[in-house]
């Protein structure tokens, strides 16, 4: 969940590593440092809080050295300090660690007895002592933290230095993401991509149970139980560190959400065969191809705004294929005993491809036989290595913590992939299927209409900021709408919001209606449409503020709502698209007229890697 950055160079590193760690700054955190080695000595700056405050600290005493790391720190273990901040070094020997160490207490204890002090209250000091202590046994740095490794029970993503090695820098990765970006003369190592854009468009994206040993002049990869070489490929990367900026808008997630137009279309784009009425994704048909039996069931399984994702996956499937299909949180799928097997397409969902749960699952119903299609946003991460196919979607850098287009991205991919199964199975006659691909060829059209619509939106809801708690109400479709809103809203004002089914409204949550909570009813035109507008009148009967998102015109919705916002009337079936994008923008505007970290709110982290 924190960042990583290491460099060994031929220049001075300190400026590389804090830009690496500012463009890390999304995966969360709450303190920062590096380390550099320059004649034997290891100098090393950390600060709780913000980036900001280590930058100070660098900007006043710059550290020299052709080698160092950085770390940007998401508290597991100990307060949010800046002795528990990142790198930690004992005697000759410093560390960054992304993970857990699950038996740290054990070995804490045995390296206590031995004499050992800790001045940290992490479970990822101890790394640097385990290779302090294997150092004196001899042999290469890279010998030395395999040695010091094999003690470890959790997971982790390591980057080494040590001052009798001055010129060599040593990763470990082990259900943590670490890359190598590949330089002229210099080489990187980060936790996410973004880190080393303005560096490298190169990288190598390691695998679980690789060490990896960095000089100047090349790289070196090695199974970190055996020591035997290996070989991994490189990648070559389009993202440009443009696309990791901001671009005048004030916030990445502004940014962002104007981005979902162009992103939709990206993933769609180029796998609509309109002229023959056809969804093409050569990903999963080699898999498909492979299979000697139908496909029982799907089973999605996510986490946070991709679960959403695969609610409306399961509705597509569902109605367009005619497929049973579930849809489950990975944290609850891997500890039970599901019933998955040879017969189910199981679809694995996240942004990183490196959500811990998510991944845990998937090689659980791999396990059992499935079939395992990933739905993924970062070429060469975990899930895609590990799953028999990968659709990924064509979002580009998500910097902000809260998903947008990547969100919407993962829907398209779920609309396309509802299609291809469709025209698989023959559930689908051709004339519904070109006017199926006709209707998702024009949303990226209707999102850029439906944007272009909300210029008001934070002077309209300026009268809500002192609410503590919104419901978010919706039906068919709109339901997973419902808990994505509220799920923003939560994320970025902190305010309480719950999303609910429109119809489960008189089961319970209608008791917490008066004046100060407000409702907000996502009522495309449609079916169910008369229903909800029931429901709303329920809320209205009992004093209760409503908002609304609803179809352009829709004078029945005007009248019930206190505030409408409107989309672009399109075919029911593709809403979703539209009508996300208001609430998407209701909670930014919140958020940043109550003054939250917008970009960064506080406890989360973009890329959940731990359990």
């Not at 279309?265 to 309109?274: F, I, Q, W």
């Not at 008066?514 to 449609?526: C, H």
């Amino acid at each position: 969940m924190c960042g990583i950055v290491g460099m060994i160079a031929g220049r001075d590193c300190a400026e590389v590593l804090l830009e690496g760690l500012k463009r890390l700054e999304y995966r969360g955190y709450d303190s920062a440092g590096i380390s550099t080695i320059k004649d034997g000595q290891v100098t090393t700056l950390r600060a709780a809080g913000k980036l900001r405050e280590l930058e100070k600290a660098v900007r006043n005493a710059p550290p020299a050295g052709h080698i160092g790391v950085g770390h940007t720190r998401w508290a597991t273990h100990g307060r949010p300090t800046e002795v528990n901040a990142h790198p930690h070094t004992y005697l000759q020997t410093t560390v960054v660690h992304n993970g857990i160490i699950e038996n740290y207490a054990k070995l804490k204890k045995e390296l206590a007895a031995d004499g050992h002090v800790f001045q940290s209250e992490t479970d990822s000091e101890i790394v640097a002592h385990l290779v302090q202590r294997e150092s004196a046994k001899g042999g290469s740095l890279t010998d030395t933290v395999r040695r010091a490794t094999a003690n470890l029970e959790g997971s982790f993503a390591l980057a080494v230095l040590h001052t009798a090695h001055p010129d060599v820098l040593v990763g470990v990765k082990h259900m943590s993401p670490l890359v190598v970006g590949l330089g002229e003369g210099e080489n990187y190592l980060a936790s996410d991509i973004p880190a080393l854009l303005s560096e490298t468009r190169r990288f190598v994206f390691l695998e679980d149970g690789d060490i990896v040993t960095l000089t100047r002049e090349g790289v070196v990869f090695q199974d970190l139980g055996t020591g035997e070489v290996v070989t991994r490929a490189p990648t070559a990367v389009d993202w440009t560190p443009a696309m990791a900026e901001k671009g005048g808008y004030k916030h990445f997630m502004l940014k962002e959400i104007h981005e979902q137009p162009r992103a939709v279309a990206d993933t769609l784009g180029p796998r609509l065969g309109l002229g023959e009425g056809k969804v093409y994704l050569e990903e999963v048909d080699e898999v498909m191809a492979a299979r000697t039996t139908p496909i029982r069931q799907v089973s999605i399984i996510a986490c946070g705004t991709s679960f959403h994702a695969g609610l409306v996956g399961k509705y597509l499937v569902e109605q367009l294929a005619r497929i049973p299909c579930q849809v489950e949180v990975a944290s609850e799928f891997r500890y039970r005993d599901p019933l998955v097997g040879p017969d189910d397409l199981v679809v694995t969902v996240s942004q990183s491809g490196e959500t811990a749960d998510t991944l845990a699952a998937a090689r659980e119903a791999q396990r059992r036989g499935a079939s395992i299609v990933a739905i993924c946003n970062v070429v060469g991460s975990s899930l895609p290595r590990m799953a028999d196919a990968t659709i990924y979607t064509h979002a580009g850098p998500e910097i902000g913590v809260a998903s947008t287009k990547a969100f919407t991205s993962q829907m398209a991919v779920f609309y396309l992939l509802a299609g291809w199964l469709a025209q698989r199975s023959g559930a689908l006659s051709p004339e519904k299927m070109q006017e199926y691909l006709e209707g998702l060829a024009e949303v990226p059209g209707c999102m850029e209409v439906a944007l272009e619509m909300e210029n008001n939106i934070a002077e309209r809801m300026r009268p809500y900021l002192k609410m503590s708690s919104m419901l978010y109400l919706g039906r068919g479709l709109s339901f997973p709408m419902a808990l994505e809103g509220a799920l923003k809203l939560k994320e970025l004002s902190y305010i309480h919001a719950e999303g609910y089914p429109a119809g489960e409204m008189k089961h319970g949550p209608i008791a917490l209606i008066d004046e100060a909570v407000p409702s907000l009813f996502i009522v495309p035109q449609g079916e169910a449409y008369e229903k909800t507008l029931s429901n709303m009148e329920e809320i209205r009967s009992r004093g209760g503020p409503v908002l609304a998102v609803a179809t352009e015109g829709d004078s029945n919705t005007d009248r019930l709502a206190d505030v409408t916002f409107h989309v672009p009337s399109t075919d029911a079936l593709f809403y979703p698209f539209l009508t996300i994008l208001p609430m998407q923008l209701l909670a930014y505007h919140v958020a940043d007229m109550k003054g939250t970290d917008v970009d960064q709110p506080r406890n989360l982290a973009k890329s959940v890697t731990v359990e």
